[in-house]
């Protein structure tokens, strides 16, 4: 059937969320080393701790993801009391960090642009906070060919439930088969939007990458460059979904 809109991740589907974090922690570290005289590998040991607890506590949230939370923790384990100070202090470096590093993949606005020519609807579909990702679509440069945006902060859950790509199709006004879904990860974003018939299509950069066992995480496409999605396209356009998949 012919696709009306496709559906995309954000972090490491339309970017390098890996590299920038990275380089984002390494700003954060800067600031409470300053402060605590922290070595790199305790400072990330203390952040991986801190987020740990709060994924464990918040899980199914889209406050399980609030960086403030992880700093605010980090403070309380080392300060024994909070800082408002420095915890918005290193929040704040954190993501004027990542947002002043952030570059599109390579293809990804040419991909965008030939959607918009084709009448293709292009929606956002991704954990975390509303302001966040918006502050990141506006930082890429993609405000004016996105059509949707659902956050788990707005759908009150996170991929891989079904509700965030039921959210997205009602907005859109499209049918599960009218729709692709795009996403790096086989657990959030292939599972969560197989569950709701919608043709899912995995990106894999890394060659070295596991791809899922499990049939309710396999794709129906799998691509190693965005342009390749074009390809796709054209496939879902000739052929039954049921007679791709697998």
């Given at each position: 059937?012919?696709?009306?809109?496709?559906l995309?991740?954000?972090?490491?589907?339309?970017?390098?969320?890996?590299?920038?974090?990275?380089?984002?922690?390494?700003?954060?570290?800067?600031?409470?080393?300053?402060?605590?005289?922290?070595?790199?590998?305790?400072?990330?040991?203390?952040?991986?701790?801190?987020k740990?607890?709060i994924?464990?506590?918040?899980?199914?949230?889209?406050?399980?993801?609030?960086?403030?939370?992880?700093?605010q923790?980090?403070?309380?384990?080392?300060?024994k009391?909070?800082?408002?100070?420095?915890?918005?202090k290193?929040?704040?470096?954190?993501w004027?960090?990542?947002?002043?590093?952030?570059?599109?993949?390579?293809?990804?606005?040419?991909?965008?642009?030939?959607?918009?020519?084709?009448?293709?609807?292009?929606?956002?579909?991704s954990?975390?906070?509303?302001?966040?990702?918006l502050?990141?679509?506006?930082k890429?440069?993609?405000?004016?060919?996105?059509?949707i945006?659902?956050?788990?902060?707005?759908?009150?859950?996170?991929?891989?439930?079904?509700?965030?790509?039921?959210?997205?199709l009602?907005?859109?006004?499209?049918?599960?088969?009218?729709?692709?879904?795009?996403?790096?990860?086989?657990?959030t974003?292939?599972?969560?939007?197989?569950?709701?018939?919608?043709?899912?299509?995995l990106?894999?950069?890394?060659?070295?990458?596991?791809?899922?066992?499990?049939?309710?995480?396999?794709?129906?496409?799998?691509?190693?460059?965005?342009?390749?999605?074009?390809?796709?396209?054209?496939?879902?356009?000739?052929?039954?979904?049921?007679?791709?998949?697998?």
């Amino acid at each position: 059937m012919e696709k009306k809109a496709i559906l995309f991740d954000l972090d490491n589907t339309l970017y390098n969320y890996d590299l920038v974090h990275e380089k984002a922690l390494k700003e954060v570290h800067r600031i409470l080393n300053r402060r605590l005289n922290i070595g790199l590998k305790e400072f990330l040991r203390l952040y991986g701790i801190s987020k740990t607890e709060i994924h464990r506590e918040l899980s199914g949230t889209a406050s399980s993801h609030n960086r403030i939370l992880y700093f605010q923790r980090m403070i309380e384990k080392t300060e024994k009391t909070v800082e408002p100070g420095i915890i918005l202090k290193m929040y704040n470096a954190y993501w004027d960090s990542l947002l002043k590093n952030m570059r599109l993949y390579k293809g990804v606005l040419s991909l965008f642009k030939e959607l918009k020519r084709r009448n293709i609807k292009i929606g956002i579909v991704s954990n975390l906070t509303t302001h966040i990702q918006l502050r990141k679509l506006h930082k890429l440069g993609l405000s004016e060919y996105i059509d949707i945006l659902v956050t788990s902060e707005e759908a009150g859950r996170e991929k891989p439930h079904p509700s965030m790509f039921l959210f997205a199709l009602n907005k859109l006004r499209v049918l599960p088969s009218e729709v692709l879904a795009v996403g790096d990860d086989p657990k959030t974003d292939i599972e969560g939007a197989n569950a709701v018939g919608i043709d899912t299509v995995l990106l894999v950069k890394n060659v070295q990458a596991k791809l899922p066992k499990e049939d309710y995480r396999k794709p129906d496409f799998i691509i190693k460059d965005i342009s390749e999605l074009s390809d796709v396209l054209e496939k879902t356009q000739k052929f039954p979904a049921s007679l791709q998949r697998g």
